[in-house]
């Protein structure tokens, strides 16, 4: 899907990513800042479409793909398409995404971000076989592998703790109060994990 959206409405010029699947229950799907994969020749940035959202409608999904690859194109092309830290998408991005099938409307405090695929974008799917196979795996619910699981039978008991965790690339830190850091890799605000 990647490369066929790449070909079709970027003239193939957008750099190979790494696709992964994690949790991040606050989002459909990401982009890191920053190339954080490499291998011996060259580096990459991630995309992830997030695990729990994958029992959504192919199109969708796809959607969220295609949204996750304006931003990559924004940044390789030096278009302003995101403030505060990437949660707030401007009207750039909003034109970006418009002009690559995709349906961009404005939600408060995250501003021109909620994305539906165009009935357009739904027939270059249908036209390159994309439509044909749905997801058949999805996450019930995020999984939390900062914790060893409860063998005990006992209640947890609260923790003072708090986690932050980087909207990018999902590094995590741990604090015992409220704390505003950045993210040293990706250089994004971590956002605190709600308990």
């Not at 793909?65 to 092309?77: G, I, K, S």
Request: include cysteine; proline fraction near 5%.
């Amino acid at each position: 899907a990647f490369d066929v959206l790449n070909r079709v409405y970027f003239n193939a010029e957008l750099p190979k990513v790494m696709i992964t699947i994690q949790s991040r229950p606050k989002a459909y799907g990401y982009i890191t800042c920053n190339e954080v994969w490499t291998d011996t020749d060259r580096s990459y940035y991630e995309i992830n479409i997030t695990a729990e959202y994958l029992n959504r409608p192919i199109e969708n999904v796809l959607a969220t793909l295609q949204h996750e690859m304006v931003h990559l194109y924004c940044m390789v092309n030096g278009i302003q398409d995101t403030s505060k830290a990437g949660r707030y998408h401007n009207k750039n991005f909003k034109a970006e995404a418009e002009k690559r099938g995709l349906l961009i409307e404005y939600v408060k405090y995250i501003g021109y971000s909620k994305t539906t695929p165009s009935a357009q974008f739904i027939t270059v799917l249908r036209e390159h076989g994309l439509l044909e196979d749905s997801i058949q795996h999805f996450r019930l619910e995020p999984l939390d592998v900062s914790q060893p699981p409860n063998t005990t039978g006992k209640p947890k008991k609260k923790s003072s703790t708090r986690k932050y965790i980087c909207p990018a690339c999902g590094m995590s830190v741990r604090a015992t109060r409220e704390v505003h850091i950045i993210c040293g890799d990706c250089f994004c605000v971590m956002e605190q994990e709600e308990a």
